[in-house]
């Protein structure tokens, strides 16, 4: 079965070291822009994952996530390894990649990762989906990102994507997608798991299940920082993944997670 073609934003050389990002839940690679345009001596890669975005018309699974990845690092970065940034629904995506393509990854930094949720909580929300009826999706983009304190400036970037974030044709997937969703047996590879102080508990949760599960792997908290604090604070975020990328010393502020 042919792999599918995911819509990508790429900035760079393609000499340079690849980096490939992996969004959000209901946004799309334009939210990396932000922490893109402050790595200018890296090849990024931010496609739109499936149901999302450009790629809006291709099912959203995880299978079809690493499918989609793979072709795209096959075909823009042939031959080489990538290092994965990810964020909340990108963090279960990228522990996907690994664990069928470990030899195609080198770093990972996972930020605020989303996990695999009971079945009878996947029900609960498929059934409440209805709710969201009720408003506008132009309101719930714009109060969603006044309380992750996204800066104005990056706010007209993603409030059409986070406005079709709440369809159900994408909800529904993502959902089913989440309860099945399982962690890779092993992971060699270097691994930064990071979440915000303000994130919900959830979120922390789930990184702290990981660490236990990956003991070579790091963890941090992000002080003061909410769940899509790279757009919060694309200079902090941009500044950890370089330092983490390139095997040097991190910046200070961050607290040890373990």
């Known amino acids: 079965m042919e792999k599918p073609i995911l819509f990508c934003r790429e900035s760079g050389e393609k000499q340079q070291e690849t980096i490939l990002f992996l969004h959000?839940?209901?946004?799309?690679?334009?939210?990396?822009?932000?922490?893109?345009?402050?790595?200018?001596?890296?090849?990024?890669?931010?496609?739109?994952?499936?149901?999302?975005?450009?790629?809006?018309?291709?099912?959203?699974?995880?299978?079809?996530?690493?499918?989609?990845?793979?072709?795209?690092?096959?075909?823009?970065?042939?031959?080489?390894?990538?290092?994965l940034a990810a964020l909340s629904l990108g963090g279960p995506a990228a522990f996907s990649l690994l664990g069928k393509y470990p030899d195609l990854i080198d770093h990972v930094l996972i930020s605020g990762c989303s996990g695999q949720i009971p079945a009878w909580q996947t029900r609960l929300a498929k059934s409440s989906l209805w709710t969201y009826r009720l408003f506008k999706p132009q309101t719930l983009a714009r109060l969603t990102l006044q309380q992750q304190g996204i800066p104005v400036e990056y706010r007209a970037l993603v409030e059409e994507d986070l406005a079709q974030s709440t369809d159900p044709n994408f909800m529904r997937p993502m959902l089913d997608a989440l309860s099945r969703w399982e962690l890779p047996h092993d992971i060699s590879q270097p691994l930064l798991l990071v979440v915000g102080e303000k994130e919900p508990r959830a979120a922390r949760r789930f990184t702290q299940h990981y660490l236990a599960?990956?003991?070579?792997?790091?963890?941090?908290?992000?002080?003061?920082?909410?769940?899509?604090?790279?757009?919060?604070?694309?200079?902090?975020?941009?500044?950890?993944?370089?330092?983490?990328?390139?095997?040097?010393?991190?910046?200070?502020?961050?607290?040890?997670?373990?």
């Open 24 to 83: 959000a839940g209901g946004l799309s690679g334009k939210s990396w822009l932000p922490v893109m345009e402050r790595l200018p001596e890296f090849h990024c890669l931010a496609p739109d994952l499936p149901g999302q975005g450009g790629s809006r018309g291709i099912p959203f699974s995880f299978e079809a996530c690493v499918d989609g990845c793979v072709r795209l690092i096959h075909e823009r970065v042939p031959n080489q390894k990538v290092h």
């Open 213 to 258: 599960k990956y003991p070579h792997a790091s963890g941090l908290l992000a002080p003061g920082m909410r769940h899509a604090w790279s757009l919060q604070d694309p200079d902090a975020f941009a500044e950890l993944l370089r330092a983490w990328l390139r095997d040097c010393p991190l910046p200070q502020g961050y607290q040890p997670l373990g």
